[in-house]
């Protein structure tokens, strides 16, 4: 099965806009792009709407966007830009820019402070995205929460070899979305265009992409893009990633109006399926074993 679902139809008019600032460029494999960059300060304007939708094309054309603002949940108070804001997130990203620095040097109550942060900043993607499918946003809200999400933190050092070793091997991941924090190092490469395209380092703003649960959720209309960690031979790297995950017993399956891509399943069950596969054949086969 073709790796890219086809998209709602609603939304193929819209694949043309700027937000894809890469296809009609040419960009070639080892040449960086930069990704499509969503102002979330816009949902607190006229444009929210117009908003909404980029985050949802950039999800159905590139299955992974940028975001540099972050407003109040419920709107009604506006909040300053990362770069002036959240303490906690800035010395986050002081100290990823700084490769000397260890994760253990990192206070708990900054990881913690990161974490709701980034959880609130999930489950509004997760909502606007939700929305646009015209599904329930209710259902991903009461599905993943504080005990179900995770946070992890990630350091790659230096590799003399960077060209046969991975700092992190191509795979997709097994959540709804994920928002990554990084430093400037870079490394973070995505499969576009049928190539690997390096993804231009922004350490001031956050990585948002698309899971396998989304995808499948979606019936295909949002991508979960394979990508990859690439090795520097001269700088470590950081990153801290927030795993929107629901607990196990959430369904995963397309509206009843749609002709299924993918067969109702459990989060459970896709979990053991990766587990199983990894096991056996040591790599993750995905939503292909779920096909309907």
Same mark, same amino acid.
């Given at each position: 099965?073709?790796?890219?679902?086809?998209?709602?139809?609603?939304?193929?008019?819209?694949?043309?806009?700027?937000?894809?600032?890469?296809?009609?460029?040419?960009?070639?494999?080892?040449?960086?792009?930069?990704?499509?960059?969503?102002?979330?300060?816009?949902?607190?304007?006229?444009?929210?709407?117009?908003?909404?939708?980029?985050?949802?094309?950039?999800?159905?054309?590139?299955?992974?966007?940028?975001?540099?603002?972050?407003?109040?949940?419920?709107?009604?108070?506006?909040?300053?830009?990362?770069?002036?804001?959240?303490?906690?997130?800035?010395?986050?990203?002081?100290?990823?820019?700084?490769?000397?620095?260890?994760?253990?040097?990192?206070?708990?109550?900054?990881?913690?402070?990161?974490?709701?942060?980034?959880?609130?900043?999930?489950?509004?993607?997760?909502?606007?995205?939700?929305?646009?499918?015209?599904?329930?946003?209710?259902?991903?809200?009461?599905?993943?929460?504080?005990?179900?999400?995770?946070? /992890?933190?990630?350091?790659? *050092?230096?590799?003399?070899?960077? &060209?046969?070793? =991975?700092? !992190?091997? @191509?795979?997709? #991941?097994?959540?709804?979305?994920?928002?990554?924090?990084?430093?400037?190092?870079?490394?973070?490469?995505?499969?576009?265009?049928?190539?690997?395209?390096?993804?231009?380092?922004?350490?001031?703003?956050?990585?948002?992409?698309?899971?396998?649960?989304?995808?499948?959720?979606?019936?295909?209309?949002?991508?979960?893009?394979?990508? /990859?960690?690439?090795?520097? *031979?001269?700088?470590?790297?950081? &990153?801290?990633? =927030?795993? !929107?995950? @629901?607990?196990? #017993?959430?369904?995963?399956?397309?509206?009843?109006?749609?002709?299924?891509?993918?067969?109702?399943?459990?989060?459970?069950?896709?979990?053991?399926?990766?587990?199983?596969?990894?096991?056996?054949?040591?790599?993750?086969?995905?939503?292909?074993?779920?096909?309907?």
């Amino acid at each position: 099965m073709d790796s890219n679902p086809p998209l709602m139809s609603t939304y193929k008019k819209l694949l043309s806009s700027p937000l894809d600032p890469c296809n009609d460029l040419g960009v070639s494999s080892g040449e960086e792009c930069q990704l499509p960059v969503i102002d979330l300060e816009l949902l607190n304007t006229e444009n929210a709407e117009f908003c909404k939708t980029d985050i949802a094309v950039a999800a159905a054309d590139w299955g992974f966007f940028q975001t540099f603002r972050l407003i109040a949940t419920d709107g009604a108070h506006r909040r300053p830009p990362l770069s002036t804001s959240y303490h906690g997130l800035r010395l986050i990203i002081s100290q990823l820019n700084q490769s000397h620095v260890s994760f253990k040097h990192i206070a708990r109550e900054t990881i913690e402070e990161l974490a709701a942060l980034l959880s609130k900043l999930a489950s509004l993607l997760a909502g606007i995205l939700a929305e646009r499918l015209g599904r329930n946003a209710a259902y991903l809200e009461e599905k993943c929460t504080n005990e179900t999400c995770y946070m /992890r933190l990630n350091h790659y *050092p230096m590799c003399p070899m960077p &060209s046969n070793l =991975f700092g !992190l091997v @191509p795979h997709t #991941d097994s959540d709804f979305l994920t928002i990554l924090v990084q430093d400037q190092v870079g490394g973070l490469e995505l499969m576009k265009f049928g190539k690997w395209i390096p993804v231009k380092p922004n350490p001031d703003a956050l990585v948002v992409n698309i899971g396998d649960l989304f995808q499948a959720w979606s019936n295909g209309v949002y991508k979960s893009v394979e990508h /990859r960690v690439v090795s520097s *031979p001269h700088h470590e790297r950081y &990153s801290v990633a =927030f795993f !929107l995950c @629901p607990s196990y #017993d959430t369904i995963i399956q397309s509206q009843e109006t749609e002709t299924p891509i993918y067969r109702r399943f459990s989060f459970r069950e896709y979990r053991q399926q990766v587990q199983e596969d990894v096991k056996l054949i040591g790599h993750k086969v995905g939503l292909s074993r779920f096909l309907a």
